[in-house]
């Protein structure tokens, strides 16, 4: 079964409508919730009248945040969100109030008539504004100066001495406008309170980090509270918070004692966000004469939006990866995070990293032309190897680097190509995560958990992992069935709920292949030998019983046949402060070709192909890699091509599918994808990630054949027409040909921490602290 | 505006065939199809994600055509034939489009397959042997955030090669 491509076990219930999702569900009596948002960027709350809302005839509830006071966050260090707000407003579209009636247009028109007195306050708007003094007041009362909200300084080798080596040094600057998930299916929850429990199901992609913040702000105990994951519209990384509107609706459940759903309209989706952080960067490495790396010093400034979510996870990554990719002896990084009256950012697809990866490709490919190199020998020359551990302490382990490099090269004919006006090349590298090694909050338990049960001929797999289209149902399933010897859509399936389903941290960082594979391995391979052992004790071969005989001969003689199985990430976090973030149990790695056409006179960018080539250690499935594969393309044009979440006077500037520009099927190109299999030791069967990495090569890639293409350097993305053009016009008088930020503004950082570089010993660090990891 | 909520609301004798059967309903004049369909029908199956006519998802065919059920009025659909996803597969058999959808991996979350099968269906019927561009073209009004199009493109290409 593994390494076939089947068909995912939900596709039928795809293709037929008949998978229910959390909008498509209406229980009797269901009353509809609407939320009142802030229409300020930034403003005190003086008063909140409700007398007129509740009066509204089919209204049966309405709440504020004196009915919600409790402060929640997905971060244990970042508990700064409340449900409801009610002193105080960060962005627009920050909720205050919600209601539930009987017609969703009552709810609408009962939000319409709450009163809410407002004191304005000067909103912060940028990066620049948010490290300046406060006009009126910070947005949050806690973090660094001015409106700072995290600093990280880390300093691993001798960075001094690196560039003091070194024969050439460069610094640019870089910037990568922030984003959004737009997932199709809209944010949608529904709550029912019967027998003092609650019952929520929702869209999320963690119902385990759900159930937590439930927990805490309803004051219930877990025992009391279940989380359900509806069948699911699409998530990137968008649906990983606990939100407001899933609280909003337990309570409103629990007040009025009936079910209660509420579903965000797209707008409201806009303003839920957790989307691509904006950052700015600055870099500056040191090549000696053989233009290998001698010391590398990255600089970030993240704009963070109003609230933490993921935010101080978000900073680490903006300088974690670098060193997984390529050799760097000697590192120093810097980031912060800032507050603005913004929608919160947090983690989209390849989470703080693909804005430093697209500043570190394109960096190296200018150190090479300066040099009079191929970009494409440099970045060769200074590849990590396997087996190898960072300068910063990252294990590496299994890497395709060099493989996927050369398919994606030949494929395309990168260095054979008849040169035309107009046309360019890039090429691009990258490396993700096989899940985070540490949870978000520290924990000895693992981070997967899966429990088996075989009666009567059957076997039906438990775990909480959700499955929000990459096909994570379909991953359990396979690995199972290998295991016993019947086909993936033999096996039931009983995921993400919380009442029946053992823990599993769910469908972010990558990690679900990985961790929950690896935990259904473990519980399958016990399974196998409770079955091989009862048929052997008949006198036959497991070989030649069916499974059914198998089933039978194993129950009659063991009872009820369950095993289960769980993973834990190995302890290779380096011994310093905020080495959580970064490990991973291994990493996946890509290689991208990008073949455009880019037209001088209008500055308009045409993608001809594009060639991926992905190690995902080992393809479980892989007709469900290509999908990821070829989904993380997709997502990487439309980032590098027209995606962007942007504000004008406090206000979302197009909060809309049809302003907010996204690639439609004339706007794709064709994608050839290459799997590399390089067998993970670790990995469930060698298995790696593959949803998320492929997508970090393509926006410098796409950089890189523009400048093949025009000459000109576009250092933020979207690269947009105008922006190529006023390159051009910068070209043609004689100015620095590029478009970009002119600078990486002053900031304060704290004074780095030393770190010193970690014995060669690939299995060193298990001693290595992992409390405290933020 | 929304203070009209509180005024009685218009309703109208509705009149539809919908995937073969004929219905008749009682429903506010500015329903939308789409919220006819899914909250007086529960044909959930059509799914929404804009509720604006921007993003394709809520496609439903009337009178074999494409359109978006989210603009569509009771008093336009009056009378006419609607066919939603539930209405695709002949009976317990798979239109050869939704085979072809799950055999590539077409639909990965699923939630814009419904309306990319029907509007692939109505090309189909149109247009037995469309390029890969007329297929694109046909598409052109459908986002998808999960596949990157070209699953889509393969399982229709597949579909209609075997439909000839």
Same mark, same amino acid.
């Not at chain 1, 304005?120 to 910070?138: C, G, H, N, Q």
């Not at chain 1, 300093?155 to 406008?177: I, L, N, P, S």
């Not at chain 1, 025992?223 to 359900?228: E, K, L, M, P, Y």
């Not at chain 1, 290689?591 to 006179?601: I, Q, T």
């Given at each position: ?90 962005? +627009? ?112 992609? +963690? ?105 101080? @996870? ?204 690896? @935990? ?8 196998? @030998?409770?079955? +091989? ?30 095993? @289960? ?24 790695? /890509? ?40 989904? /993380? ?22 909060? /809309? ?96 921490? +030393? ?20 | ?164």
């Amino acid at each position: 079964m593994v390494g076939k491509p089947l068909p995912k076990v939900d596709a039928a219930a795809k293709v037929t409508g008949r998978a229910v999702y959390a909008d498509d569900m209406l229980p009797a009596r269901t009353l509809h919730c609407k939320i009142l948002r802030s229409p300020h960027p930034h403003a005190r709350i003086v008063s909140i009248d409700t007398s007129a809302a509740r009066r509204i005839p089919g209204v049966l509830a309405v709440i504020t945040g004196a009915d919600l006071p409790i402060k929640f966050g997905i971060l244990p260090v970042t508990q700064d969100e409340r449900a409801l707000e009610h002193e105080k407003v960060r962005y +627009v579209g920050d909720p205050i109030a919600a209601v539930a009636a009987t017609e969703e247009e009552i709810a609408a028109a009962a939000c319409d008539a709450i009163d809410v007195g407002y004191e304005v306050l000067e909103p912060v708007m940028s990066i620049d504004a948010a490290l300046a003094t406060p006009k009126d007041e910070r947005i949050q009362e806690y973090g660094g100066p001015n409106n700072v909200h995290k600093f990280v300084a880390l300093e691993f080798g001798d960075v001094e001495g690196g560039f003091e080596r070194a024969t050439h040094v460069r610094e640019d600057v870089f910037f990568y406008q922030g984003n959004t998930h737009l997932p199709m299916e809209q944010h949608s929850a529904v709550a029912t309170y019967v027998d003092q429990r609650v019952t929520l199901w929702s869209s999320t992609q +963690v119902v385990h980090y759900v159930h937590r913040a439930l927990s805490k702000v309803l004051e219930l105990p877990m025992h009391r509270i279940r989380v359900i994951g509806a069948a699911h519209g699409g998530g990137f990384g968008g649906k990983t918070d606990p939100f407001a509107h899933e609280i909003i609706v337990c309570k409103l459940a629990m007040l009025t004692g009936r079910p209660v759903k509420c579903t965000l309209t797209r707008e409201e989706v806009f303003y839920a966000h957790r989307g691509r952080h904006p950052v700015l960067m600055w870099v500056r490495t040191g090549v000696d004469e053989g233009a290998r790396i001698t010391a590398m010093h990255f600089r970030t400034a993240l704009d963070g939006g109003a609230y933490g979510s993921y935010g101080v @996870a978000s900073t680490f990554y903006t300088g974690a990866l670098q060193t997984v990719t390529y050799d760097i002896p000697a590192y120093r990084f810097e980031g912060c995070r800032v507050f603005t009256n913004k929608p919160p950012c947090g983690p989209k697809r390849g989470h703080g990293t693909p804005q430093p990866r697209f500043g570190l490709e394109l960096h190296l490919e200018k150190i090479a032309h300066d040099l009079g190199l191929d970009p494409v020998e440099l970045k060769r020359r200074n590849f990590v190897q396997p087996n190898t551990r960072a300068v910063n302490w990252l294990r590496i382990t299994s890497c395709g680097l060099a493989e996927c490099t050369q398919r994606v090269l030949d494929a395309s004919g990168f260095h054979h190509r008849e040169r035309r006006p107009g046309h360019g090349m890039g090429f691009a590298i990258s490396s993700y995560l096989s899940g985070a090694g540490t949870a978000i909050y520290w924990n000895d338990m693992p981070h997967s958990e899966v429990q088996i049960k075989v009666d009567r001929g059957g076997a039906t797999i438990f775990c909480g992992a959700m499955d929000i289209g990459q096909g994570s149902d379909s991953v359990l399933a396979t690995i199972v069935a290998e295991e016993l010897g019947l086909q993936p859509s033999d096996v039931r399936l009983v995921t993400a709920d919380t009442d029946t389903t053992p823990i599993d941290l769910g469908s972010y960082s990558s990690r679900v292949t990985f961790m929950a594979g690896n @935990a259904a391995l473990e519980a399958a391979r016990k399974m196998r @030998a409770l079955l +091989v052992e009862a048929v052997e004790a008949a006198g036959k071969r497991f070989e030649d019983v069916s499974f059914e005989e198998a089933s039978v001969l194993g129950e009659a003689r063991f009872g009820t046949l369950t095993t @289960a199985g769980s993973y834990t990430p190995p302890r290779i976090a380096g011994p310093y402060k905020g080495s959580g973030v970064g490990p991973s149990p291994a990493y996946s790695y /890509s290689a991208c070709v990008v073949d455009l056409d880019a037209d001088p006179r209008t500055g308009l960018v045409s993608v001809n192909k594009v060639w991926i080539a992905h190690d995902v250690g080992r393809a479980i499935n892989p007709l469900l890699v290509e999908g990821q594969v070829e989904g /993380s393309v997709y997502m990487g044009l439309g980032e590098a091509l027209m995606e962007e979440q942007v504000f004008r006077k406090g206000l979302h500037k197009w909060p /809309s599918m049809l302003e907010y520009k996204s690639p439609t099927f004339l706007d794709m190109p064709e994608v050839e994808t290459f799997i590399v299999e390089t067998i993970d030791r670790e990995g469930p069967y060698g298995a790696k990630e593959a949803g998320q990495g492929p997508l970090l090569p393509v926006p410098p890639a796409l950089c890189a054949a523009v400048y093949d293409a025009l000459g000109v350097w576009i250092d933020e993305i979207p690269v947009t027409p105008e922006k190529i053009v006023e390159a051009l016009r910068r070209k043609q008088k004689g100015e620095d040909p590029r478009y970009g930020p002119p600078r990486f503004p002053p900031i304060p950082y704290p004074p780095a921490i +030393v770190v010193e570089p970690p014995p060669k010993d690939l299995d060193s660090g298990r001693f290595a602290h992992q409390e405290g990891t933020y | 505006m929304r203070n009209e909520i509180l005024r009685a609301v218009e309703r109208v004798i509705l009149q539809m065939n919908v995937n073969g059967e004929t219905r008749e309903l009682l429903v506010p004049v500015h329903k939308t199809l789409l919220e006819v369909l899914r909250e007086d029908m529960q044909l959930t199956g059509t799914k929404h994600g804009c509720e604006l006519g921007e993003c394709g998802t809520c496609t439903v065919l009337i009178d074999g055509k494409p359109h978006l059920s989210c603009l569509a009025l009771p008093i336009q659909v009056q009378g006419r034939s609607i066919t939603t996803i539930e209405g695709m597969a002949d009976g317990s058999n798979l239109h050869p489009l939704q085979t072809a959808f799950a055999e590539l991996g077409a639909a990965q979350c699923g939630y814009c397959s419904p309306g990319i099968l029907l509007t692939s269906r109505s090309l189909l019927e149109e247009n037995p042997e469309p390029t890969r561009d007329e297929i694109r073209e046909a598409l052109a009004g459908n986002l998808c955030r999960c596949t990157g199009y070209i699953k889509i493109l393969d399982a229709v290409e597949l579909a209609a090669g075997r439909m000839r």
